[in-house]
C-alpha cells in the first residue's frame, strides 16, 4: 500500500527496494499499491502511473532507473503500461516494455493494454505490443480489443489485429462481430474495409444480421455497402422481425431496401459467385487470376 507521511516531510521518501518523489512510501503488499483514503478515484495511482499517463518519459525513465517495479498495479489491477497505451504515448510503453512489463496484463474490467491501445486508437502501441507478444485475441470474457478499435471507428488498430490472425468474424457475447459492431456505431470505413477482407456479411450477433443494425441506425450508406456484398434481405432475428421490418417508414433506409428486395444483376450475381468460391482470402487470390484490369477492379469492388 501508499500511505501519506507527516505534512513537514518535504523530502523523498526511500523504502528498501525503491526511491519515490512525493508525500507517499510504500508498504509492502505484493505488487498492489492502494490509499487509505478511497474517495478519490485516482488516489491509488503511483508516480510512475502518472509519468505513463501523461506521456513524461524522461520521469518515467528516473523511475524506472531508481528501481520502481514496472508491474507495481493500481486496486483495480491497471498498471502504468495500461495507462501509457490509454493515452497513446508509445515511448512510454516501449520503455515498459524493455525492462519487463507485463504485455498481457489484465485489470479487474477485463482489459488488455493492446484494448487500451485499440480504444486510443494509436497503431503505434498496437505495433508495440504485437512485436512484444501480446495476444492480439483473448478470451471470450476478455474486452476484444478489434470490437473496441472498429467501435471507435480506428481502421488503422483494426487492420493491424486482422493482419495479425483475428478472426475476422469473432463474435462477442452482446456485441456481436466487427461488422455487427461497425454498423451499429456507423464506422463506414470499417465496415467497407471488413468486407473486402472477407468478413460473412450476414453474420451479426445471434439471429441479428449486420443489415438489422444498419437499418436501426438508418444509414444508407451502410445499407448499400451490405447488400452489394450479398446480405439477405428475408434473414429475420428472434423477433421474426426482417431489416426491412426495422427500417422507419417511409424513410431513405426503407426505400434502400425496398429497392434491393427485386431479382440482382446477372454481373452482381456472378461476382458474388466468383467471390464465395475463392472465400475469405478472395481480396488476395483475384490478383492471382490474371483477369483484364476493369473485371479485377469489378471483383474487388473498386
Not at 516501449?94 to 479487474?108: D, F, M
Not at 431496401?257 to 468460391?277: D, H, I, N, T
Request: hydrophobic share 40%.
Amino acid at each position: 500500500m501508499l500511505q501519506l507521511t507527516e505534512e513537514n516531510e518535504k523530502n523523498c521518501e526511500v523504502s528498501e527496494s525503491i526511491r519515490r518523489f512525493g508525500p507517499w512510501k510504500e508498504i509492502s503488499f505484493g505488487d498492489y499499491i492502494c490509499h487509505t483514503f478511497q474517495g478519490d478515484c485516482w488516489a491509488d495511482r503511483s508516480p510512475l502511473h502518472e509519468a505513463a499517463a501523461q506521456g513524461r518519459l524522461l520521469a518515467l525513465k528516473t523511475l524506472i532507473a531508481q528501481g520502481v517495479n514496472v508491474n507495481l498495479v493500481t486496486i483495480n489491477r491497471v498498471s502504468s503500461l495500461h495507462e501509457a497505451c490509454l493515452g497513446g504515448h508509445v515511448a512510454c510503453a516501449k520503455a515498459l516494455l524493455e525492462n519487463g512489463a507485463h504485455v498481457n496484463g489484465v485489470t479487474v474490467h477485463g482489459a488488455t493494454p493492446l484494448f487500451n491501445a485499440c480504444c486510443s486508437g494509436s497503431a503505434a502501441c498496437v505495433n508495440v505490443l504485437l512485436e512484444f507478444g501480446a495476444k492480439a485475441q483473448f478470451e471470450v470474457h476478455l474486452a476484444s480489443p478489434i470490437h473496441e478499435a472498429v467501435r471507435r471507428g480506428h481502421r488503422e488498430c483494426m487492420e493491424i489485429l486482422l493482419a495479425n490472425n483475428v478472426n475476422i468474424d469473432h463474435e462477442v457475447p452482446q456485441l456481436g462481430t466487427p461488422l455487427y459492431v461497425a454498423c451499429t456505431y456507423q464506422r463506414v470505413d470499417c465496415v467497407k474495409k471488413l468486407l473486402e477482407l472477407g468478413a460473412s456479411v450476414d453474420h451479426g450477433q445471434w439471429l441479428d444480421t449486420p443489415l438489422h443494425a444498419a437499418a436501426r441506425q438508418s444509414n444508407v450508406e451502410v445499407i448499400h455497402l451490405l447488400t452489394d456484398y450479398g446480405a439477405n434481405l428475408k434473414r429475420r432475428n428472434a423477433q421474426g422481425k426482417s431489416a426491412l421490418d426495422l427500417a422507419a417508414p417511409k424513410s431513405s433506409v426503407e426505400q434502400a431496401l425496398l429497392l434491393c428486395e427485386g431479382p440482382p444483376a446477372l454481373s452482381q450475381l456472378c461476382r458474388l459467385c466468383v467471390r464465395k468460391c475463392l472465400g475469405r482470402a478472395c481480396h488476395q487470390a483475384i490478383h492471382k487470376l490474371c483477369l483484364p484490369e476493369p473485371l479485377e477492379r469489378f471483383l474487388l469492388y473498386q
